[in-house]
């Protein structure tokens, strides 16, 4: 009897440390004052009651669905990390500088000194380097993962590669080449000029990646910001698979880079060149994009989406019936 009365004590006692600690949210040198004990015993009961079970933490947050959106699209295998944003307007403007801001802090918060970060360029990405804000500089160095695109100075590679280091605080590169040379032979040349090469080459060695994804099935579509392809070649494309834009290159459904002119006249890299990058961060928003984004992952290329709640909702309601 008196062991079971020692043990009813004790966990009286332990259970009034708890509320006052947890619930009241008083410290343990207050409590251990109103209750006549040490300031360790306090501490040694409160770690007791976590190791036995007692203390179970529960968050309550008005953004949990995002998150639960956010396990189901990792739950699909398409990709290993989402973020999702809420989404505040159709407009198609305020949903990219919705996703800018929660693309910006993820980088904010996982870039080092001494990262090598390449980047796209287009509409997302500027979206990023708009938001972007640091509290001190990040020594990273940017790097164009494509040739750029005359007369889209907002958008191109690398402007946003130089705005984007001074943002950071870090250093750019720039690749003086265009995105589409004349001809394949042209675009060989281009690759190999020393001035390319080298970009290029840090390029593959990113350690951090930024990068849109475009759509090719609207007339108003992204890529043909980048190329404007003649009536005929857009009637082909739909027949040919053609579902995205990834660093330029036209993508089937599926995921693979398809066999189409223009895909050999990029100067860019290709996208499995960039799935030795372990943080392939993918921006993107929109109705016109839920296609193309279940393509580009499909090929493997993303490691994370930062997306819109709208967008992957329909991203996983599309998956779903595809499966």
Do not use: W
């Not at 306090?42 to 995002?66: D, H, Y």
């Amino acid at each position: 009897m008196t062991e079971m009365n020692d043990d009813f004590t004790s966990m009286r006692q332990m259970h009034a440390v708890l509320v006052r600690h947890f619930v009241e949210g008083r410290k343990q040198a207050e409590i251990a004052e109103e209750m006549n004990l040490s300031t360790s015993k306090v501490n040694r009961i409160i770690a007791q009651a976590r190791r036995s079970g007692m203390v179970k933490i529960s968050i309550e947050t008005p953004f949990q669905r995002l998150m639960d959106i956010e396990r189901q699209l990792i739950a699909t295998g398409l990709v290993g990390g989402a973020i999702v944003s809420p989404t505040v307007s159709d407009n198609d403007g305020t949903r990219l500088a919705q996703i800018g801001q929660a693309a910006a802090a993820h980088l904010v918060e996982t870039l080092r000194d001494g990262d090598i970060l390449g980047i796209s360029g287009g509409k997302a990405v500027a979206a990023v380097v708009d938001a972007l804000s640091v509290e001190r500089p990040i020594d990273v160095q940017v790097v164009p993962l494509t040739g750029g695109v005359q007369g889209k100075f907002h958008t191109d590679v690398n402007n946003l590669a130089s705005r984007m280091a001074e943002r950071l605080g870090g250093r750019s590169l720039q690749l003086h080449a265009p995105l589409f040379a004349e001809r394949a032979e042209q675009r060989e040349m281009l690759m190999n000029m020393t001035a390319v090469k080298e970009v290029l080459d840090l390029g593959r060695r990113a350690t951090a990646c930024l990068v849109g994804i475009g759509s090719i099935t609207q007339p108003g579509s992204s890529y043909f910001d980048l190329h404007p392809l003649s009536a005929p070649d857009r009637a082909m494309l739909p027949g040919l698979g053609v579902m995205a834009e990834f660093l330029g290159h036209l993508v089937h459904d599926r995921g693979q880079v398809a066999n189409f002119a223009l895909n050999q006249r990029l100067v860019a890299l290709r996208p499995d060149e960039i799935r030795a990058c372990g943080r392939v961060v993918a921006v993107a928003a929109g109705e016109d994009k839920v296609g193309p984004v279940r393509s580009v992952l499909r090929g493997g290329y993303v490691s994370m989406l930062v997306t819109d709640e709208d967008t992957a909702g329909r991203i996983l309601e599309t998956e779903g019936k595809s499966r």
